[in-house]
Structures are given as structure tokens and as C-alpha cells.
């Protein structure tokens, strides 16, 4: 006679052999397709392991807070990014508005707002300095956004001629030449500006904080409201976004501004660390924000992707960075590795999608085939 828990464990088998009776292909677990999902965080343990045998001190506190520091960058400018490849487009122009937003900060500390009709110079103190190159950035977003809505101007030009603008008035700015010793002067109460990019709360960088909280806020507006269910809807078939009634134009502009914002505040960020301001500051930085957002599994075909895997995706440059610094390689290695590693995301992507399109063929086809056997 068997006992209870010998019937509970029966009924246990056999709802479990019922079910593996009626599985439907393509909707089993897979442990390749679950790899798949997750070889953003795998990739990034994987380095992390990788380097914390090679070099020495590598998971010190010391060096963990550097690395944070120096991803933190990356992830500001790579979070708008993120929707702007989610909603099917590209933004080729935000390491300009890095540079550009950097040189306007730098020339109203050390310079002011010169009024020459007026004979005078305002200087601002830094909150609001701060918020005028904000504005400077949503502004330019808002022009890249104009550009391809209104004009019909693929975003891949639109913003590769913004990416040259900008890069030109950053020269212009100052004729070429750096804001150096961007340390504000008290009787003009501009001081404090240094503060930005080597504060710390808690012992952790200011920039770590302001990373963490765009990426969360971010990432509740992408999963949790009608506005980032729209990006997604968007970025995966924009024809059909248009006739279920979704205004795009205004969405991808709400984007673009975005883009703007963070390309904005990363150029706050350099130049506040560096405590000064340099035309050429954030070159190619929108190739890290793009290698960021693909390393973190978001498809450049739109409509798939995530902010935590962005943030993911520039932790692992960032550690790709700082550990090969470490261990001797040279920059031109640096770049090459990167490229690579770029590139094998890429490859991975693509596949993950055929395995995908393949599982929801075959999900259609037994779809298909159940009517008939019920008939049958």
C-alpha cells in the first residue's frame, strides 16, 4: 500500500509526464536559448574572472571604484542611446554634443556670457550653468529630432552632419584651445564646479549616483508606462505603430531630446573631472555608447532591447578597458580587442534572432496543425 507521500509524489510524475506529452515545440526550455538571454551577465563575469586571475589587485576596492567611475560615463551617455536604438534610430552625434556642451561649460566659468551690445558679462553660478548646458543638449536632441521627423532626413545623416556641427562650434568656441583650471572664482560665485565629477556620497563618486539613478528612472519609464511601450512599438514595426494611433513624430523626438540630455551631462561629467574643457573631448564616443547598448542585447534593427543590459554592456567595456590597461596592452590592442568583442555581439545577436523567428515558426505551424487533428 503506499503511503501518502509516495501518492503525492506519483501525481507529482505524472502531471509532469503530461505535461512533457503536450509540449508544444518552440516553447520548451531551452538551455542554449537561456545562454542566449543571458550572455550579457555571463560575458561580464566571464571578464570579470578572466582579469581577477591576470591581474593583481584587480578586484581591490581601490580599483572597483575606478572602474564604476569610469563605466558610470558610459552608461549616462549609452542609457539615451539605448532608446534611441529601441525606437529604430541612431544618434551618430552625441560624442560632439559631449565636446560642445564641455566647451560651453568651461567658457561661462572661465569667460561668462559676454553681452557686447550691452558692454557686459554675466557669470552664473554653476546650478545654473549646469542647467543652460543642459538646455544646450535637449536643444540640439530637439534639432536632430526636427531633422528627421519633420524633414525626412534619415537619422543616420541627420545626426552624422549634427556630429560635424557640433565638433565645429566646439573649435570654435575657443579657437581650439582648452578651458584649463575650470575651479570658478569666488568673487564671481562660480566656484564648486569640481564637484560634479569627483564628489563622492558614501564613498561612492557622485557620477555612480547619477548613473544609477538615470538608469532606474529609465528603465521604469521603458517598461512601466505607454511611453516606453510605444519606443518599443516603434522601434518594431514603426507602420503599424502609426496606424494603431501612435503620434511618432513627437515620440522620436521626445528621444532624440533625451539623447541630447545625456550626451549633455556626460560632457558636464568629463569636463568637471578633468576641471577643464577641450574641443576634442567625447571623439568616438558615440561607437562606446552604441558597442554599450549592442554588448547589452539590444538589436540596431529596433524594438528590442533593455537598460539594464546597456548598463551591463558598459560595465563590461569598462572592466575590457581597465584590465587591459593593467596587464600591459597597448591602446592600439585596447581598440582592436574592443572592435572584436563588438562585433562577436553582433554575430550573437543576429543568431539569437534566428533562433527566435525559427521557435515562433514552428509555434505556428502546430498552431495550425492542432484544428485539424481536433476535426480528425
Not at 581601490?62 to 529601441?86: C, D, F, R
Not at 551690445?117 to 529630432?145: E, H, K, R, T
Not at 590597461?325 to 597597448?330: A, D, R, T
Request: charged share 10%.
Amino acid at each position: 500500500m503506499e503511503s501518502p507521500r509516495q501518492r503525492s509524489t506519483g501525481r507529482l510524475k505524472k502531471r509532469f509526464m503530461t505535461a512533457l506529452a503536450n509540449k508544444k515545440p518552440g516553447t520548451g526550455f531551452s538551455i542554449g536559448m537561456l545562454v542566449l538571454k543571458l550572455r550579457t551577465l555571463i560575458a561580464f563575469l566571464a571578464v570579470l574572472i578572466v582579469f581577477s586571475f591576470i591581474a593583481p589587485n584587480f578586484l581591490s576596492i581601490t580599483n572597483l571604484i575606478a572602474m564604476a567611475k569610469h563605466s558610470a560615463i558610459w552608461a549616462i551617455l549609452a542609457v539615451g542611446m539605448t532608446y534611441v536604438i529601441i525606437g529604430g534610430g541612431i544618434d551618430l552625434s552625441i560624442g560632439s554634443i559631449v565636446g560642445l556642451c564641455g566647451m560651453i561649460a568651461g567658457g561661462l566659468i572661465a569667460e561668462g556670457l559676454r553681452l557686447p551690445l550691452f558692454g557686459i558679462v554675466i557669470y552664473f553660478n554653476v546650478p545654473m550653468i549646469i542647467l543652460i548646458v543642459l538646455l544646450i543638449g535637449v536643444l540640439l536632441g530637439a534639432i536632430n529630432g526636427l531633422i528627421i521627423t519633420k524633414l525626412g532626413v534619415a537619422p543616420f545623416i541627420a545626426t552624422l552632419g549634427m556630429l560635424y556641427m557640433g565638433r565645429g562650434f566646439a573649435m570654435l568656441r575657443s579657437g581650439g584651445k582648452t578651458f584649463p583650471n575650470l575651479i570658478g572664482n569666488p568673487a564671481l560665485g562660480n566656484t564648486g564646479f569640481p564637484i560634479l565629477g569627483a564628489g563622492t556620497i558614501l564613498g561612492i563618486p557622485l557620477v555612480v549616483w547619477i548613473a544609477a539613478v538615470i538608469a532606474i528612472v529609465a528603465a521604469y519609464v521603458s517598461q512601466k508606462t505607454p511611453f516606453g511601450r510605444h519606443i518599443y512599438a516603434v522601434g518594431g514595426n514603426e507602420d503599424a505603430a502609426v496606424l494603431s494611433g501612435i503620434r511618432v513624430k513627437r515620440l522620436k523626438m521626445a528621444i532624440f531630446m533625451f539623447s541630447g540630455f545625456t550626451a549633455a551631462l556626460t560632457g558636464l561629467v568629463l569636463a568637471s573631472q578633468l576641471v577643464a574643457s577641450h574641443p576634442a573631448t567625447g571623439e568616438a564616443y558615440e561607437m562606446t555608447a552604441i558597442a554599450a547598448v549592442v554588448l547589452g542585447g539590444a538589436s540596431l534593427n529596433g524594438g528590442r532591447g533593455s537598460i539594464g543590459g546597456t548598463i551591463i554592456g558598459a560595465l563590461i567595456l569598462g572592466v575590457l578597458n581597465d584590465g587591459l590597461v593593467m596587464i600591459g596592452v597597448s591602446s592600439f590592442w585596447q581598440t582592436a580587442i574592443k572592435g572584436m568583442v563588438l562585433v562577436l555581439a553582433v554575430v550573437i545577436d543576429q543568431y539569437q534572432l534566428r533562433k527566435q523567428n525559427e521557435a515562433a515558426l514552428h509555434q505556428q505551424q502546430a498552431d495550425e496543425k492542432g484544428p485539424e487533428k481536433v476535426s480528425a
